[in-house]
């Protein structure tokens, strides 16, 4: 059985969903040391901008697959709701609001590759 591509964007999700998650943990565990700037992963789809999953090609008309490349997870300063006194830009609503986000991404990561599963496993019961 070929690769299936869905599977590998998937996986590219979860670690970067992860990588996001992390991210947001170490925001709020900083949320109270002086100078801390919040950091922030960038969007998935600029994730995906750097990484060429590459699909099978099941019939000559389809186009190439292109070279593969491993997803780069760039994680940098966020925009901050506000700055503390201190100098800290840690929002702890702001951070809670990502949170969620990360959440929603597992879960709709989890419904999707389930969903998926289950229709191989059906064409392969039906063949």
Do not use: C
Request: charged content about 15%; hydrophobic content about 45%.
């Amino acid at each position: 059985m070929d690769q299936i591509f869905l599977f590998g964007l998937a996986s590219r999700h979860a670690a970067w969903a992860s990588a996001r998650q992390a991210t947001i943990a170490a925001n709020i565990a900083n949320a109270n040391t002086p100078g801390y700037r919040a950091a922030d992963v960038e969007a998935f789809s600029a994730v995906l901008d750097h990484t060429h999953l590459t699909p099978a090609r099941t019939a000559p008309g389809h186009i190439g697959p292109g070279p593969g490349e491993a997803a780069r997870i760039k994680v940098g300063d966020a925009e901050s709701w506000d700055v503390s006194a201190s100098g800290n830009s840690v929002s702890l609503d702001q951070q809670m609001v990502k949170a969620d986000e990360v959440n929603r991404a597992f879960s709709l990561n989890t419904s999707i590759v389930r969903a998926f599963h289950r229709m191989v496993l059906a064409s392969v019961r039906s063949s």
